[in-house]
């Protein structure tokens, strides 16, 4: 049963209603900050476009777990908010030094590097606000379950170090073990608190929390595995960053490390483990509708082109 609903699912029309309504809620999402240029310099990284595959998978898994996806989605718009800062705190010169993103010019490129920085820095603690103070029929205990997630993915535990980890390695032999530590850190850490912050506002009992644990950590690294083949395969335009830049870098990557067949299949068994996590919770034809968005997501994350 749970096979038959799911190859009915209609996952492009999903993903762009999802899409458009994460798009509407970050649109309101900013105020009238002051001053007027840090609130441009906010909504230019924002409002930027991409997939919103982040908040879309809080969303999918709040519904996994039976909830309201609609009271998600301030914790979902958090979760952008706190990709976004990463991305423009990723491209600064004294970090990854990209020129491009999302197809146009990064933001310190734009308002410079002193703006760019203290608009993610905006960014990160408006992400907190989302969660702690916008996020009405929720709650408090769950809210403060989905602070403390928020918080672990974002710092020295997640991102932070991921990141750090990834600039200390730049020039270096590094072993298959390392490089997942980074991308488990610096990718894995912020989609890990996406599928438990969603499935934690809906009140998902531990088993549910624990599948989605292996569930996130598969599709983690699948995500930066096909990150990695995309930087060596795909122009700058598809991508709509700057391609090869991790090769300019000296950066160790899954297809210099395992080749481009190695590391697809790694990828595809990354799915497959993220999918077989879900399967208990999948059966049945209610249930099987619910958990389809995640499943689609992680097959989505190995056909992307971008």
Do not use: W
Not at 45 to 66: D, F, N, T, V, Y
Request: charged fraction near 20%.
């Amino acid at each position: 049963m749970t096979a038959a609903v799911t190859t009915t699912f209609d996952f492009a029309a999903y993903l762009e209603a999802a899409r458009l309504k994460v798009e509407g809620a970050l649109a309101a999402s900013l105020g009238p900050e002051r001053p007027e240029t840090l609130r441009e310099a906010m909504r230019y990284s924002l409002l930027a476009g991409g997939k919103r595959l982040r908040p879309i998978l809080c969303l999918a898994a709040c519904e996994l777990a039976g909830g309201d996806s609609e009271l998600a989605m301030p914790t979902a718009v958090a979760l952008e908010m706190v990709h976004t800062m990463s991305l423009i705190h990723d491209d600064l010169p004294a970090m990854d030094n990209d020129d491009l993103r999302r197809g146009r010019p990064t933001n310190h490129k734009v308002y410079g590097e002193a703006k760019a920085i203290l608009a993610g820095d905006a960014l990160l603690t408006r992400a907190f606000e989302m969660v702690a103070l916008r996020s009405p029929g929720v709650p408090p205990q769950q809210l403060l379950a989905v602070v403390g997630e928020l918080s672990l993915a974002s710092g020295a535990p997640g991102l932070v170090g991921g990141q750090v980890v990834d600039l200390e390695c730049e020039g270096q032999s590094v072993d298959l073990a390392t490089l997942e530590y980074i991308h488990l850190h610096k990718t894995g850490a912020l989609l890990r608190a996406c599928v438990l912050s969603g499935a934690l506002i809906a009140g998902a009992p531990e088993a549910l929390l624990a599948a989605l644990r292996t569930y996130a950590r598969g599709i983690g690294l699948a995500f930066q595995i096909i990150d990695d083949i995309l930087d060596v395969t795909a122009s700058s335009e598809v991508l709509g960053k700057t391609a090869g830049k991790d090769l300019t870098a000296d950066k160790t990557t899954y297809p210099k490390l395992l080749g481009l067949e190695e590391s697809r299949q790694r990828a595809d068994a990354l799915v497959a483990e993220a999918k077989a996590a879900l399967a208990p919770f999948a059966s049945g034809e209610p249930q099987a509708l619910k958990a389809a968005p995640l499943l689609a997501l992680a097959d989505f994350i190995t056909s992307r082109d971008r």
